[in-house]
């Protein structure tokens, strides 16, 4: 009977063996078990830095220990070693801050932190060794994310031991309550060689003199390239506060390629290569950094302090992983006269809101605080429009304005109260009989719509609010509303666009000649839609059905240029367009987006130059993409049209990482079909509107992760609440028809990061009480059987030999370059606070993987062919 119960009690301890191996990958990460701090116990998930994530993989969590900092402007660093002795690629991030306390992060990799304090001033450095930027996240910045199959070597023999997160506390006002501040990002590792490793190119001016009062200053970067090729994904740009702009460019026999422009005063993340770069051997890199020295009074030099400089422009590449370098510089420039023939954009800077500017240089400057208040609420919409990129869109069908009567519907907007707009068009009917092989209106007789055909709608209940534009239009079309509530549209068979007024009966402004088409500088031919540039205020009209082009107007209706042509036979190329249908306006970017109707893609161009920057085409798409919408923090939205009768892919609506061009989520309505989906408009809550000219109805949609996201901003994460989220990934999978496999294995991976303690607490306890059950179980069993053979005596001995055993247990108890190390070799250079100011105003973030089946990726490709334009 002891060797019974000797035996069940080994099998109990292989079941808690087995359970602590579900619980944490801690077991197998001993030593870095041995060194994980205590950290406060307001830092969610901090006691669990690791979390298994399936055979291969696993995350590591990356927070500050509970810091308050004292003052605005502190730059705080700690360390966390990586908890493998062998090689791991970290191939994704997971940011968890918010711009209400935390400026901008960065995290290094290394092999000797300058400290081993749970957390120090980085004043003191970062890194004792060479250090390399992994990741940076800061406000408005977009996404950072690795190409599918690239990774950031670390461990082994030659990566780094060490992450260093570095957190800059802009306003500290946010800490008056005295809490402790928990900020920091997770990353996904894996033990999977990856086929491309990533690394850091840096370019920087080490010479540059500003002149006092000089109104502009260029400073001048190009090297020769002389290794194995490499493609370039993301880019960062760096200054101070004299920076206009900073330019980065492949030279290959005397063609100059935009890898990337940006404004310094702007969140200084990694922001994406919009078009992917090769740069191969004996290619010239090159970087130009404008400055202006009006203010000052002496001069300015490139250094770590306050009042010198800086010129850097970063590049983040991959390459093979048999020639891969981890991180290169330049910091000479090989030919000056070659810069008589960069790129005139290179000498433009790029506007920037004096917001903006308060943000990116430090929150404690003096802001009333009605603005500070208004600043600090659009943060917090901003981060939780980045950090949550794991939703689906479903339609709320309890919205009433399914049941309108419309006209036929054919464009939708939002205003500044995010009131739904709509564009219909009354008792008219574009068939047929509308135009004739001239494209001239043929039912002028008819008369203007003697009903408003633009109505202002409550979004939550449909409620009518505002009324307008009765007997003005004939054929209405495109929408939009500019920044002072001005609403902008098109008509089609006036072959006009229109300014009006909320409260006007009569055009502030009118572009086109009534009723007569035209292809010049003072006609239109059906015009489809109109944007308007908040910051210029710069209009850009998409013109139309018979004309395949974007017409750019001033503010006040002046021609300013124009791009585009028809497309020709065979494969559509950049700039080509079959009826450009719809417009989005990418103000994040810069970049204006065109929804190619009849080629069924989406185009986008430069704001400034109309130059083609990518193409997003997916076959799920099918022939037609009647309409796009985008919302600032990186998310696209679009619908097609109806599949011909060959084709299989639904009528539907899409949701993509503008970023990468990949497909997030698709959706359809639950009450009614799709006809003909003719607009759609999204706001920056998710919720989406989609207008169907053929149903002449409004859907609205929304997304689901709302109430997951309550539940991830308490401290606790209950079992209903994880539950709800799986059910959440669960109906997104169902929905999404380009998921994969391994795409699903990723998304439920994704899920344990975002859930980690919730999940870890109730797995745990579960695994552990099962054994423990089940041996009471057994106990019970024997205990039964042996007063119903053996008689007491049995159960005596049974009892006599459990309480010996249970006795007995209870009596046993990063490779990179440090820019402050580089700056303090050379003469007349301080070191002191230069880490902390060489990354003044850094940022960044990451977007959730999706799968599709696109023909035509729009993220950095893998090193094989360019993809084609089709």
Known sequence: ????????????????????????????????????????????????????????????????????????????????????????????????????????????????????????????????DKSNILYAWARNAPPTRLPKGVGFRVGGESGGRFFVLQVHYGDISAFRDKHKDCSGVTLHLTHQKQPLIAGMYLMMSVNTVIPPGEKVVDADIACHYKRFPMHLFAYRVHTHRLGKVVSGYRVRNGQWTLIGRQSPQLPQAF???????????????????????????????????????????????????????????????????????????????????????????????????????????????????????DFHIEEAVEWPGLDLKLGQVSGLALDAENNLVIFHRGDHVWDENSFDSRFVYQQRGLGPIEQNTILVLNPSNAKLLHALGKSLFYLPHGLSIDKNGNYWVTDVALHQVFKLGADDKEPLLILGVALQPGSDRNHFCQPTDVAVDPTTGSIYVSDGYCNSRIVQFSPNGLYVMQWGEETSSGTAKPGQFHIPHSLALIPDFSQLCVADRENGRIQCFRLETGKFVREIKHKSFGRELFAVSYVSGGLLFA?????????????????????????????????????????????????????????????????????????????????????????????RLKNNPESTDPLKKQEKQHLVQQTSTGVSFVLVTTLLVVPVVVLLAILVFIRWRKTTVYGADGEHKLDSNSGRILGRLRGKGGGGLNLGNFFASHKGYSRKGFDRLSTEGSDQEKDEDDGTDSEEECSAPPPPPAPSSS
């Open 1 to 128: 009977m002891a060797g019974l119960v000797n035996n069940l009690l080994v099998l109990c301890l292989v079941f808690q063996n087995i359970c602590w191996g579900f619980r944490s990958p801690l077991s197998v990460f001993k030593r870095y078990k041995d060194t994980t701090r205590s950290l406060s116990s307001e830092c969610l998930g901090s006691d669990r830095p690791v979390i298994s994530l399936g055979l291969s993989d696993f995350a590591l969590d990356i927070r500050m220990p509970g810091v308050t900092p004292k003052q605005s402007d502190t730059y705080l660093c700690m360390s966390v070693p990586l908890p493998v002795d062998n090689e791991a690629y970290v191939v994704d991030f997971k940011p968890h801050a918010s711009m209400d306390t935390v400026h901008h992060m960065l995290l290094f990799g290394c092999n000797e932190p300058s400290s081993t304090e749970s957390y120090w001033d980085c004043d003191e450095g970062t890194c004792k």
């Open 639 to 731: 619908v097609n049209g109806k599949p011909y009768p060959e084709q299989a892919e639904p009528v539907q609506g899409f949701v993509m990482n503008f970023s990468t061009g990949e497909i997030i989520d698709t959706f359809i309505p639950l009450r009614k079909s799709f006809e003909m989906p003719h607009d759609i408009v999204a706001s920056e809550d998710r919720t989406v509107f989609v207008g169907d000219v053929h149903a002449r109805a409004v859907w609205k949609f929304a997304s689901t992760e709302k109430m997951e996201h309550r539940s991830v901003k308490k401290a606790g994460i209950e079992v209903q609440e994880i539950k709800e989220s799986e059910t959440i990934v669960e109906a």
């Open 271 to 389: 922001y994406p290569v919009e078009h992917p770069v090769d740069v191969s051997y004996d290619d010239i890199l090159a970087a130009r950094c404008v400055f202006s020295g009006e203010g000052r009074t002496t001069e300015t030099h490139i250094g770590g302090t306050a009042n010198d400089e800086m010129c850097n422009f970063y590049i983040m590449y991959y390459m093979e992983a048999k020639h891969a370098v981890s991180y290169m510089t330049c910091t000479q420039n090989i030919n000056p006269e070659m810069f008589r023939s960069i790129p005139q954009e290179a000498n433009i800077p790029i506007p920037v809101k004096s917001d903006m500017l308060k943000m990116t240089h430090g929150h404690h400057e003096d802001m009333k605080d009605t603005d500070k208040s208004s600043l600090l609420q659009q943060a917090e919409k901003e981060e939780e429009e980045i950090l949550d990129q």
